[in-house]
């Protein structure tokens, strides 16, 4: 089992819609989850942080985070088409300093 | 100012040469990182370094020697690199361990021939 999955996609949405981008982790004592956007050929952005349980707002973005289930998420509200980019999830074991990164989501939001 | 800094940012080198990669940052993090990520992969961690000292190495071959200079530098030193070393190499930092954010520099674009 990979330490953090996520599904590859590519995801398709069009211009204004919810993108939901989904992942899951296999370290129970996980304690901190970062969501990336990563356009090609670019290094990756942090666009969100999240450590508790529940839903994290910032601007259209909201992280979600269960860790009951070991599931994070990430919506896109109003997507854009410069929204179109790789999503990472990122997970940091509890007091550790290694960031394991999933595959990533490719995000395409069509107009 | 989330900057890391990342010199050259493309690189092309042969198998026989030696060449090093530079990171900066001034945030006052205490924990850098080098990743390699190769096209359409996830970065994955070569090393990290936490109050100048080696505490991670994800069994990297020993052609890639990380050094640590001080708190605010991190250099990546390569030496006889294969072809299948070329790929986009990403220096990161945060402000220590645990639960903080890492940021990442532009990268440095490598190819070996």
């Known amino acids: 089992q990979k330490e953090v999955e996520q599904n590859s996609g590519p995801l398709s949405v069009p211009e204004g819609a919810i993108a939901s981008l989904n992942c899951t982790y296999s370290?129970?004592?996980?304690?901190?989850f970062f969501w990336y956007r990563q356009y090609s050929g670019k290094s990756p952005e942090l666009i969100m942080s999240i450590y508790s349980n529940g839903d994290k707002e910032d601007g259209r973005f909201t992280a979600q985070l269960n860790k009951a289930s070991q599931y994070v998420s990430l919506l896109i509200r109003d997507s854009q088409p410069s929204d179109s980019a790789t999503y990472l999830c990122?997970?940091?074991?509890?007091?550790?300093?290694?960031?394991?990164f999933g595959t990533g989501t490719q995000l395409k939001v069509e107009l | 100012d989330t900057e890391v800094t990342q010199t050259p940012k493309h690189l092309v080198m042969g198998m026989t040469n030696k060449k090093s990669l530079k990171c900066e940052q001034h945030?006052?993090?205490?924990?850098m990182y080098w990743y390699k990520q190769k096209a359409k992969k996830p970065p994955e961690l070569m090393f990290v370094y936490s109050y100048e000292k080696l505490s991670i190495n994800e069994s990297v071959p020993s052609r890639f020697s990380p050094e640590c200079p001080n708190s605010s530098l991190l250099n990546l030193h390569l030496h006889a690199l294969q072809p299948e070393d070329s790929a986009l190499y990403l220096c990161a930092s945060s402000q220590g361990a645990g639960s903080s954010e890492a940021f990442f520099g532009q990268g440095t674009r490598l190819t070996v021939v």
């Open positions: 370290d129970r004592g996980s304690q901190s």
């Open positions: 945030m006052g993090h205490r924990a």
């Open positions: 990122a997970v940091r074991p509890g007091g550790g300093n290694k960031l394991t």
